[in-house]
């Protein structure tokens, strides 16, 4: 039985008092769903003790945007996955379509931040998904298979569940264009069947036991539609979670 999970990406935004009233206004619209979902947020990094400690025992998750591939030493700016662990953080997103067009890193470069991620306990969520110039070139499957695949090769297939897939195609990214269902049903299960495509048993529990999670422009208006597909097993969310009555919403159609 995969649990439905709702991750909220605030990107780099915030500020102390706005993440304060956030949080506040958050966490009594999400209390209705904390048995029934796994919630997170990923605030910028300087603001993690903060909402850590806003979040306290309600079960809504920490979770951060970014991390290194590396253990410690010469590497500036960059913060460790033990570091997040130590923090308190539950989640670290790996791969997020802006750190890869916008920072340059590869599937190499994501696999082993996701490795990281796993080796201290973390639950990765494996950010995957297609250009515009990549869909209408009709090269989805390959370029979000092509992504999974370096995980795969770094981690091993069994372990791809220690975290969670998240699709979010990067057109729809912040865009306001969100997927159709029909296009995000197809790519979930592509994403099943490509995992699954091995035939043993063992690669088939996998597919099944896989969370992949859907984002890119999720609404209150469109969550009901997207959420609803059997695939989908839950969203992260961009500027959607920003908003304590939008993300409370969202989390309703969950
Ligand atoms: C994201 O940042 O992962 C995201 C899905 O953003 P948005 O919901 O704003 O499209």
């Given at each position: 039985?995969r649990?439905?999970l709702?991750?909220?990406?605030?990107k780099m935004?915030?500020?102390?008092?706005?993440?304060?009233?956030?949080?506040m206004?958050?966490?009594?619209?999400?209390?209705?769903?904390?048995?029934?979902?796994?919630?997170?947020?990923?605030?910028?990094?300087p603001?993690?003790f903060?909402?850590?400690?806003?979040?306290?025992s309600?079960?809504?998750?920490?979770?951060?945007?970014?991390?290194?591939?590396f253990?410690?030493?010469?590497?500036?700016g960059e913060?460790?996955?033990a570091m997040?662990?130590?923090?308190?953080?539950?989640?670290?997103l790996?791969?997020?379509?802006e750190r890869?067009?916008?920072?340059g890193e590869?599937?190499q470069?994501?696999?082993?931040?996701?490795?990281?991620?796993?080796?201290?306990?973390?639950?990765?969520?494996?950010?995957?998904?297609?250009s515009?110039?990549?869909r209408?070139?009709?090269?989805?499957?390959?370029?979000?298979?092509k992504?999974?695949q370096?995980?795969?090769?770094?981690?091993?297939?069994?372990?791809?569940?220690?975290g969670?897939v998240?699709?979010?195609?990067?057109?729809?990214?912040?865009?306001?264009?969100?997927?159709?269902?029909?296009?995000?049903?197809i790519?979930?299960?592509?994403?099943?069947?490509?995992?699954g495509?091995?035939?043993?048993e063992?690669?088939?529990?996998?597919?099944?036991?896989?969370?992949?999670?859907?984002?890119?422009?999720?609404?209150?208006?469109?969550?009901?539609?997207?959420?609803?597909?059997?695939?989908?097993?839950?969203?992260?969310?961009?500027?959607a979670?920003?908003?304590?009555?939008?993300?409370?919403?969202?989390?309703?159609?969950?």
């Amino acid at each position: 039985m995969r649990k439905p999970l709702l991750i909220g990406n605030w990107k780099m935004n915030g500020s102390l008092q706005a993440n304060e009233a956030l949080v506040m206004r958050l966490l009594p619209r999400l209390r209705a769903f904390r048995d029934s979902l796994e919630l997170g947020v990923c605030p910028p990094l300087p603001y993690l003790f903060q909402v850590r400690d806003l979040l306290g025992s309600t079960g809504v998750a920490l979770g951060a945007q970014n991390a290194s591939a590396f253990v410690s030493g010469a590497h500036t700016g960059e913060v460790s996955v033990a570091m997040l662990q130590e923090l308190g953080c539950r989640y670290v997103l790996v791969g997020h379509s802006e750190r890869r067009t916008l920072y340059g890193e590869t599937n190499q470069d994501v696999a082993a931040k996701f490795r990281a991620a796993m080796s201290v306990g973390l639950t990765p969520v494996l950010c995957v998904g297609e250009s515009l110039e990549e869909r209408e070139a009709d090269q989805t499957s390959n370029v979000v298979a092509k992504q999974i695949q370096a995980v795969i090769n770094e981690v091993g297939l069994s372990s791809l569940t220690k975290g969670v897939v998240a699709y979010e195609p990067v057109w729809a990214i912040g865009t306001g264009r969100t997927a159709t269902p029909e296009q995000v049903s197809i790519v979930h299960q592509d994403i099943r069947s490509f995992v699954g495509c091995d035939a043993s048993e063992a690669s088939q529990d996998i597919s099944e036991d896989l969370r992949i999670i859907y984002g890119g422009s999720v609404k209150p208006k469109n969550a009901i539609d997207l959420f609803s597909l059997s695939d989908v097993d839950g969203g992260l969310i961009g500027g959607a979670s920003l908003h304590s009555k939008g993300f409370g919403a969202i989390a309703g159609a969950l």
